[in-house]
């Protein structure tokens, strides 16, 4: 996905989940969701109950983790269960390569390739979880359970 606009990158979310049969319908808020505190602020809800998508590259090779707004990713970790050398956080530049979204709107799903996917498992204990729809002002509400079936990503734990 070449540069977008905020209106064209919301309908490709909405689209992708339309195609991989989500629940959720993305909706837009008056204040920037670019960081799980300000998701959840505006949304009235638990930090934990953010599904930030976060960008890595693991020996060089964009990967996506799906962490709990309460959790640090452990990138340690991360390479012990993708077995590579290294993994690193993403520039800004990586960020949109990978996803086509900007850092702060990246959706689960919608990206040009799919991305080797990692969820947090602690998401699970929550009826609901709220994730990125491609824009800092857009979210959608899902599941643990959806947000696995819809990206194909595993489960583990990310902050260990």
Known sequence: MSEITEQQSVIHVRNALKRLGAHGEVRRLDDSAR???E??????????????SLIFLADAKPVLVI?????????DSIATILAVNEVTKATAD?????????IGGVAPV??????????DISLSQYDQVWAAG?????VFPTTYDELL???????????V
Not at 39 to 52: F, H, K, M, P, R
Not at 67 to 75: C, L
Not at 110 to 119: A, F, Q, R, S, V
Not at 134 to 138: A, C, D, L, T
């Open 67 to 75: 962490a709990s707004g309460k959790h640090r990713v452990n990138t």
């Open 94 to 102: 990586d960020v949109r390569q990978a996803t086509g979204f900007a």
């Open 110 to 119: 919608g990206h040009p390739e799919p991305l080797p996917t990692i969820i």
């Open 134 to 138: 491609g824009h800092p002002h857009y």
């Open 149 to 159: 079936r819809i990206t194909g990503g595993e489960a583990a734990e990310v902050n």
């Open 35 to 37: 960081t799980a505190k």
């Open 39 to 52: 998701a959840a602020d505006a949304l009235g809800i638990e930090v934990g109950q953010i599904a930030s």
